[in-house]
């Protein structure tokens, strides 16, 4: 097992509010292998019984009586480069599965079948059961489908397989993209508070499915105001800005303004402090309840920009961000 644990703040490619589905199982009798794409963490419930047996938040296996092992394929919400693993068994103590591979195959246009060459990105490592198992993935291609092994039987919480988003921007160069969509590999990178929601949650697809699936701070009993950072999925030209607070109803924010910034060099733990002197992109916009807020005439002319600084006055939670603009010519 690694001690790197640098990948975990890229996105989860796994994530089914991505769309990452598992197309196939071996065999999910006692947890239906999709429990293991979810987001939230996995959660234990004390004396619930199905029909199969005791209820696992995760994808469990039977007990193998016969040669082999189990495996599910599993088709990625977004094609992205790899650049670590967690094969997270929180839960699974007596009934973990020992070891575990991933190997994985490009196919954009159709399902893997019998004929697919799969490529293995991590050979078998022993996991611990109750325990998040992280390993770093060593490639630089970028993947669509992941077949994920278990040897030989057992149960998993979750997997989640964390890189980058893989995107041709060659194609279509007068397009107008969302650059803060994390299908595109948008990232937050760093804000004032998060207790009740998190900050990557302001980037996912779609709008948001309840008020937990949203950024939302703590109340502010001090003077000052709430932020969250924003990496751009790729340096833009902004056209129009939107701010959903979908299911924000008595805890939205009064207003909100946005700066902005190209920012050439910097690593992540340097962009808050560089971010004290960025320009206003959108200068200050009062906010309603449960409503997207779409700007664009409002926006300063700022030329290219890579990232962004939401503020929001004084606290509160906002569900979703959308930057729509164009690469620069």
Not at 101 to 106: D, F, G, R
Not at 146 to 153: C, E, G, M, S, T
């Given at each position: 097992?690694?001690?790197?644990?640098?990948?975990?703040?890229?996105?989860?490619?796994?994530?089914?509010?991505?769309?990452?589905?598992a197309t196939?199982?071996?065999?999910?009798?006692?947890?239906?292998?999709?429990r293991?794409?979810?987001?939230?963490p996995?959660?234990?419930?004390?004396?619930?019984?199905d029909?199969?047996?005791?209820?696992?938040?995760?994808?469990?296996?039977?007990r193998?009586?016969?040669?082999?092992?189990?495996?599910?394929?599993?088709?990625?919400?977004?094609?992205?480069?790899f650049?670590?693993?967690?094969?997270?068994?929180?839960?699974f103590?007596?009934?973990?599965?020992?070891?575990a591979?991933?190997?994985?195959?490009?196919?954009?246009?159709?399902?893997p079948?019998?004929?697919?060459?799969?490529?293995?990105?991590?050979?078998?490592?022993?996991?611990?059961?109750?325990?998040?198992?992280?390993?770093?993935?060593?490639?630089?291609?970028?993947?669509?489908?992941?077949?994920?092994?278990?040897?030989?039987?057992?149960g998993?919480a979750?997997?989640?397989?964390?890189?980058?988003?893989f995107?041709?921007?060659?194609?279509?160069?007068?397009?107008?993209?969302?650059?803060?969509?994390?299908?595109?590999?948008?990232?937050?990178?760093?804000?004032s508070?998060?207790?009740?929601?998190?900050m990557?949650?302001?980037?996912?697809?779609?709008?948001?499915i309840?008020?937990?699936?949203?950024?939302?701070?703590?109340?502010?009993r001090?003077?000052?105001?709430?932020?969250?950072?924003?990496?751009?999925a790729?340096?833009?030209l902004?056209?129009?800005?939107?701010v959903?607070?979908?299911?924000?109803?008595?805890?939205y924010p009064?207003?909100?303004?946005?700066?902005?910034?190209?920012?050439?060099?910097?690593?992540?733990?340097?962009?808050?402090?560089?971010?004290?002197?960025?320009?206003?992109?959108?200068?200050?916009?009062?906010?309603?309840?449960?409503?997207?807020?779409?700007?664009n005439?409002?926006?300063?002319?700022?030329?290219?920009?890579?990232?962004?600084?939401?503020?929001?006055?004084?606290?509160?939670?906002?569900?979703?961000?959308?930057?729509?603009?164009?690469?620069?010519?």
């Open positions: 097992m690694t001690n790197n644990t640098e990948f975990t703040h890229l996105l989860n490619l796994a994530d089914a509010r991505l769309g990452s589905i196939f199982v071996t065999d999910d009798w006692f947890a239906d292998v999709n293991m794409l979810q987001p939230q996995p959660v234990w419930k004390e004396g619930v019984f029909d199969n047996g005791k209820w696992m938040d995760g994808w469990e296996s039977r193998k009586r016969y040669e082999g092992y189990d495996h599910a394929i599993i088709k990625l919400g977004v094609a992205g480069v650049k670590g693993v967690d094969i997270d068994t929180t839960f103590t007596g009934n973990y599965p020992p070891s591979s991933l190997e994985a195959c490009y196919s954009p246009e159709a399902e079948d019998d004929s697919t060459q799969w490529t293995q990105v991590l050979a078998p490592v022993n996991l611990q059961g109750d325990s998040n198992n992280l390993f770093d993935i060593d490639s630089d291609q970028p993947w669509t489908h992941v077949r994920f092994n278990i040897f030989p039987d057992g998993v979750r997997l989640r397989i964390y890189g980058t988003p995107v041709d921007w060659s194609q279509n160069l007068d397009q107008t993209y969302d650059f803060a969509s994390a299908l595109l590999g948008a990232r937050s990178l760093a804000c508070d998060e207790h009740y929601g998190k990557s949650n302001i980037l996912n697809p779609g709008r948001g309840n008020m937990g699936d949203g950024w939302e701070t703590a109340r502010r001090v003077p000052g105001n709430d932020w969250v950072i924003i990496q751009l790729k340096p833009c902004p056209k129009e800005i939107i959903d607070t979908h299911f924000f109803k008595g805890n009064d207003s909100c303004s946005i700066q902005a910034a190209l920012v050439e060099s910097a690593t992540d733990e340097q962009v808050a402090t560089r971010s004290l002197y960025w320009r206003e992109l959108l200068p200050a916009q009062k906010l309603q309840m449960d409503r997207e807020h779409t700007f005439s409002e926006l300063n002319d700022l030329g290219v920009v890579s990232h962004i600084k939401l503020n929001i006055f004084p606290d509160g939670g906002i569900s979703r961000i959308r930057v729509i603009g164009k690469l620069p010519a």
